[in-house]
């Protein structure tokens, strides 16, 4: 069982910048491959970046070269830095935890309560 606890969410200007932080319970945080998804009002959940236990990194085309996953096995963290923040990208933001399948593909299975960006044009 993993729990997830985020912060950082706040509102900021168009073009500002944004961290936000997860950190999970559980002796074999390493072991999880940990992502970031959001929510905007009125669309489905979306994911934004992911990075496996090795520390391969993935991100949704939007947000390429803006933002930044990064996870610290010895404090059970993962962060997402977001830099030149969009008015879409408001959203509220989850962090996810999960298992990776044989074939690569990760299974999100545990969520945090999530955390509020709200960025203003």
């Known amino acids: 069982q993993v729990q997830l606890v985020e912060s950082g969410g706040e509102l900021v200007q168009a073009g500002g910048s944004l961290r936000l932080s997860c950190t999970a319970s559980g002796r074999t945080f390493n072991n999880y491959p940990m992502g970031w998804y959001r929510q905007a009002p009125g669309k489905q959940r979306s994911l934004v970046a992911t990075i496996t236990s090795g520390g391969t990194t993935n991100y949704v085309d939007s947000v390429k070269g803006r933002f930044t996953i990064s996870r610290d096995n010895a404090k059970n963290t993962v962060s997402l830095q977001m830099n030149s923040l969009k008015p879409e990208d408001t959203a509220v933001y989850y962090c996810?935890?999960?298992?990776?399948?044989?074939?690569?593909?990760?299974?999100?299975?545990?969520w945090g309560q999530g955390t509020q960006v709200t960025v203003s044009a």
């Open positions: 996810a935890a999960g298992l990776q399948t044989s074939s690569g593909s990760i299974i999100f299975n545990y």
